[in-house]
């Protein structure tokens, strides 16, 4: 899939997106993730991309004309639509359900507004859905577009080792993911459960079912009660 990132600061997102896994497979050609600076597309001699709003208040908003035209330039003659998410407060909280819905998509892109926000106007004329990654304000919409990129990358065909990589991981199946230990068996006094070391499979699939379910009511009872609501027991 393509993901574009529309920002006012491209250094910042290519920094996070261009290490570790995500990195690794933009660099492979097995993620094609681009940032483009909103900037470059004012018209003002300046390249200022915002303005007063109108009807007083602090902080300045950024203007429609420097949004729409870097959306145009990414769209050009492409018979395609992306789909466009604009990073917002306001918006539905992003979850591992949606990072799988964006992965099948074609073609992502995701607007990072700064300052006080945006004109309501271009996201009217551009933008599919607004989304937050919590319950929180940043500074601008680079983070979150980063978390996002990240999260749905790594959902991607080839960009992890095996699918099973993602399928067994925390939120999978509604649930947090069991326990992991590695060498040393003993540690500071504290040992590795004795199932594990004792190779037989079955007995270690049980437990670690077991310990995804007692650490989701200990520590996220809500995911449970989504997933008997979405059975509708």
């Given at each position: ?61 950024m203007a429609p004309d420097p949004i729409y035209n870097c959306y145009r330039h990414l769209v050009g003659e492409s ?155």
């Amino acid at each position: 899939m393509r993901i574009d990132i529309m920002t006012l600061f491209p250094e910042m997102v290519e920094n996070f997106l261009s290490e570790s896994i995500i990195g690794r497979s933009r660099n492979a050609g097995k993620l094609d993730i681009r940032t483009v600076n909103i900037r470059d597309f004012s018209e003002d001699k300046h390249h200022r991309v915002d303005d007063t709003p109108y009807g007083g208040g602090r902080g300045m908003l950024m203007a429609p004309d420097p949004i729409y035209n870097c959306y145009r330039h990414l769209v050009g003659e492409s018979e395609s639509k992306p789909y466009v998410v604009y990073m917002s407060p306001k918006g539905r909280t992003f979850n591992q359900s949606i990072a799988k819905s964006y992965s099948s998509m074609d073609w992502l892109v995701l607007l990072c507004g700064h300052y006080e926000g945006i004109d309501q106007r271009v996201i009217d004329e551009i933008v599919d859905e607004e989304l937050s990654v919590g319950d929180y304000v940043l500074t601008g919409g680079e983070l979150p577009a980063c978390i996002v990129a990240d999260a749905v990358g790594r959902l991607c065909d080839g960009v992890l080792a095996l699918p099973e990589c993602h399928e067994i991981e925390s939120f999978e199946g509604g649930m947090l993911e069991y326990p992991q230990y590695t060498r040393p068996p003993v540690w500071h006094g504290r040992e590795v459960p004795e199932v594990l070391l004792s190779g037989h499979h079955a007995n270690i699939d049980e437990w670690r079912k077991n310990q995804s379910l007692e650490i989701t009511k200990e520590k996220r009872p809500d995911l449970l009660r989504n997933i008997k609501n979405d059975e509708g027991t």
